[in-house]
């Protein structure tokens, strides 16, 4: 079963505009942790931010914030006023547990910002 | 810091030929992971090691794929034979085991099999 769901394969955004990037996730565990990595048409997987389970705000860093919305099991990347930059992959994360489980990751999503 | 270093960048073979990757985590990086991408999906876990031994490789094709990490540090992938499907970039992460904490990921190797 899919752990990590991200339904948007592909998003066209105007630059300067706020971006949403779903993801929900499928854990029994009570503990688990959330990522967002980033990897540009160069390759590297850029760590963009993290939202523990039992964190009680969703987490910022910068432009980037999560909204973590644990009853849905959803944790969605909000991306606020983009740049052309920001056009990349970018995929939703989860390790399940304490520190030493697996990330597991979803398909991605690609977002293309417009000038 | 350094960062994660793997090697080679690239690399083309031709199918039932071996290969191998290597990778050298962040110092002091307890846990190490080896993803295989394929071009358009996301990183799929092919094993993970904790120190010297192997956490999770239950997604590693073992009669063509072998991993191992001695002494706890460096890591080399190894395929023999390959086949075309081998075709993908090879990831390698490391993490410290602190809750919360990423795993910090290499460049990569693009691996091409004709």
């Known amino acids: 079963a899919q752990k990590i769901t991200q339904t948007q394969p592909g998003m066209f955004v105007q630059e300067k505009e706020a971006v949403t990037l779903d993801c929900t996730y499928d854990t029994s565990d009570p503990s688990y942790g959330l990522f967002w990595y980033k990897q540009p048409s160069s390759g590297e997987m850029i760590f963009l931010i993290y939202q523990g389970s039992y964190d009680q705000q969703n987490a910022t860093e910068g432009r980037y914030s999560l909204n973590f919305q644990k009853a849905r099991k959803s944790a969605n990347l909000v991306i606020s006023a983009s740049q052309l930059g920001d056009s990349a992959m970018y995929f939703c994360a989860m390790r399940e547990g304490w520190g030493d489980d697996k990330i597991i990751f979803g398909k991605g999503t690609r977002l293309h910002i417009l000038p | 810091e350094a960062g994660v270093a793997q090697s080679p960048r690239y690399k083309i073979i031709e199918k039932r030929q071996s290969v191998a990757f290597w990778c050298n985590p962040i110092s002091g990086h307890a846990t190490l992971y080896w993803y295989q991408q394929i071009l358009g999906q996301g990183p799929k876990l092919l094993i993970q090691f904790q120190n010297n031994g192997v956490v999770d490789d239950s997604q590693l094709p073992k009669d063509r794929f072998s991993a191992e990490r001695l002494k706890g540090v460096d890591s080399t992938l190894k395929i023999q034979p390959a086949k075309l499907e081998d075709s993908a970039v090879y990831l390698c992460?490391?993490?410290?085991?602190?809750?919360?904490?990423?795993?910090?990921f290499g460049q990569g190797t693009r691996l091409t099999v004709v």
């Open positions: 992460a490391s993490s410290s085991s602190d809750r919360g904490t990423e795993a910090f």
